[in-house]
């Protein structure tokens, strides 16, 4: 329990009595320290958090409200919480103007009577200070052994980052050594309006390139420390809740950032051997050698997502600074999600129900992201190659299922990349010709396709004779240099007639 004014208040030891009616938060200011003196301008022997204590002698009996009111707002101003005034030994109160001019720099006035010994007050703070200082060190010591405990346990990082964020009752953050957040399922983040603030102060501790830390007011009073030596930073922590944290929350931080450095170098040679091994399963997997791959999977790094599960491509994502990384500790439990890259891509697969977490990458790196459900016994290849064509039509930051993609049919597709260029470009030559006559031709076209190329019905659900249509078809082929005879050049023509824009 720290030292307050609330405590010295609450002590029936003391004759003390609050003269200033200011707000009841004022009484629980931590005290630091109490010091004596009867000067006018003590601040020089003063420091932020004590508590002063006077007899007055400073002050007539009736002093001047100006020296009075700049006396306590020097005296607030400099952190001071509290002025002590003793009455019964200069004056028999407490004058009414330094009353008042306490309550207007918001700093208590506190009548001492009965000539109560300054030496008492002082020496029980400094037993509160020290039995505090002494509760503080206990709680740090379990804290760190708490903390020590959770290193050694399998998926050691998030361990130390859960334990930490649940001894201080606060929201913890890692970012990754280019500003990245990594997500840490399980770990309480940052309230959204702190996490632009504490993101944008990463960035410039990571710029400096040098070991340090630093407090974010805006965030909460957020602790930023960086991780790793200042020649190879390997990320920040950022801690922060509703209080600042107090010297012991900053060791216990300290000590966090320690065990964090040793963990992800300990880490990064395994994973560096890992993502091989996860390499060569995908390959597995897609030649066709499940049970090999899961017999692999199983003994060498915990297993894979039991099937039905969803394969998802990660377009050229393999180079993104700080990716794999994340996806180390995203990953830790390949059965929920498992990643591996594959040349520029990145491979995922994902249980089912955890999807939420490639959406959330996609978005926070400006990822696109393709995905496929892949089915039990089914072969993996064409599903990868499904999630892949699904991957290269989604937008950086989104995650487009090749299901949605299959959904619009290949016309949609073509349409949705582009078809129209390329029909306005076949079908340009006709451009030269009146509106009525290029819509003639077309309109020809159209019905003998759809007449499967049959040359009566298609002239008859046109009103013309045959050598008409006849001589409308040859002079379009002459037109777009195509050779309708062929299944191929009729299939490039429909599709033309179906994205032009006066088609359809």
Not at 19 to 24: G, M, Q
Request: glycine letters at 8%; proline letters at 5%.
């Amino acid at each position: 329990m720290p030292a307050t004014l609330r405590v010295l208040l609450d002590d029936d030891s003391f004759p003390l009595r609050v003269l200033t009616a200011l707000d009841d938060r004022v009484l629980d200011r931590p005290v630091s320290w109490v010091h004596s003196s009867d000067l006018m301008d003590p601040t020089p022997w003063l420091e932020p958090g004590n508590l002063l204590l006077t007899n007055g002698a400073q002050f007539s009996s009736e002093p001047d409200a100006d020296d009075a009111t700049e006396y306590c707002r020097r005296l607030r101003a400099h952190g001071v919480v509290g002025l002590g005034f003793a009455t019964q030994i200069i004056h028999d109160r407490v004058p009414d103007a330094v009353v008042r001019a306490g309550e207007s720099a918001d700093l208590p006035i506190v009548e001492i009577a009965d000539r109560a010994p300054f030496i008492r007050i002082i020496r029980l703070v400094a037993d509160i200070i020290a039995a505090d200082r002494a509760a503080r060190l206990s709680w740090l010591l379990d804290a760190q052994r708490a903390v020590a405990r959770a290193a050694v346990r399998d998926d050691g990082l998030r361990e130390i980052l859960q334990t930490l964020s649940r001894v201080l009752g606060a929201w913890v953050e890692l970012y990754d050594a280019v500003g990245g957040r990594l997500s840490l399922p399980g770990l309480r983040s940052a309230p959204v309006g702190a996490e632009v603030e504490v993101g944008r102060d990463v960035r410039r501790l990571l710029e400096r390139r040098t070991a340090a830390s630093l407090t974010v007011p805006a965030a909460g009073h957020a602790l930023l420390q960086t991780i790793g030596q200042s020649s190879r930073l390997r990320g920040v922590l950022a801690v922060g809740g509703a209080e600042p944290l107090d010297p012991a929350g900053k060791e216990l931080v300290t000590t966090v950032v320690a065990l964090a450095s040793i963990a992800l170098e300990q880490q990064r040679g395994v994973q560096t051997s890992l993502r091989g091994v996860r390499a060569g399963v995908v390959e597995m997997l897609l030649d066709g050698h499940g049970d090999t791959a899961r017999r692999v999977a199983d003994s060498a790094i915990g297993g894979l997502p039991a099937e039905p599960y969803l394969i998802g491509v990660l377009r050229g994502a393999s180079a993104t600074p700080g990716l794999l990384d994340e996806l180390d500790l995203v990953s830790s439990d390949p059965r929920r999600l498992f990643s591996a890259e594959r040349g520029d891509d990145v491979v995922v697969l994902v249980a089912e129900g955890a999807g939420d977490v490639l959406a959330a990458l996609a978005d926070r790196r400006g990822l696109a992201v393709g995905t496929a459900r892949h089915d039990e016994g089914a072969d993996l290849a064409p599903d990868f190659r499904r999630a892949a064509q699904a991957a290269r039509d989604a937008p950086p930051g989104t995650v487009r299922a090749y299901a949605d993609l299959a959904r619009r049919g290949l016309v949609g597709a073509l349409r949705e990349r582009g078809g129209e260029v390329l029909a306005r470009s076949l079908l340009e030559p006709l451009d030269a010709f009146p509106p009525a006559e290029r819509q003639r031709l077309k309109e020809s076209a159209r019905v003998w396709l759809e007449a499967n190329g049959a040359w009566d019905p298609a002239a008859r659900a046109l009103g013309i004779h045959r050598h008409t249509l006849r001589a409308r078809l040859t002079q379009l082929e002459g037109l777009l240099r195509l050779d309708l005879s062929t299944f191929a050049a009729r299939a490039e023509l429909w599709a033309a007639l179906e994205f032009s824009d006066d088609g359809g």
